[in-house]
């Protein structure tokens, strides 16, 4: 399920910013790229996210989107027939895929992410003071 919320991603990246853009009727070189992202996703983001740490939190998360920006652009070069032409380019697609990842995986509650609104005041219960962390309620 998250390989295809990635690939409706990189197709609506595709669609919307100049510069990422698969060779026409080439669905095969979509797939491989989305693939070929998830997996860098997987093994190498996690330890360039352990490396930069430090500038990631100066910049409060915001330097995840290079780091996005530097695997979309590694693909696009990679994969033939899926084609990322600047990093400008590779940079406003990791936002755009980022942004069309968080909107389906929670509207098809797939990601850990739940949001729960709810009107009035909220009762307390028993599990409310056991012990088992800190609770904020809005």
């Not at 590694?74 to 909107?103: K, M, P, Q």
Request: aromatic share 10%; charged share 15%; glycine share 10%.
């Amino acid at each position: 399920m998250r390989w295809a919320i990635t690939t409706v991603g990189v197709l609506v990246a595709a669609h919307l910013v100049r510069g990422i853009h698969y060779d026409h009727g080439n669905w095969v070189a979509l797939l491989v790229a989305t693939l070929l992202l998830g997996l860098l996703n997987a093994f190498i983001r996690p330890l360039l996210l352990l490396l930069s740490l430090p500038l990631v939190l100066l910049t409060l998360g915001l330097f995840m989107l290079v780091i996005n920006a530097g695997l979309l652009y590694l693909v696009g070069r990679t994969v033939r027939g899926f084609h990322v032409d600047t990093f400008g380019a590779a940079f406003w697609g990791a936002l755009i895929i980022s942004v069309v990842y968080v909107f389906l995986n929670l509207l098809t509650g797939t990601g850990n992410a739940r949001v729960k609104f709810r009107r009035g005041r909220r009762k307390p219960t028993r599990s409310d003071h056991d012990g088992d962390g800190p609770v904020i309620d809005v």
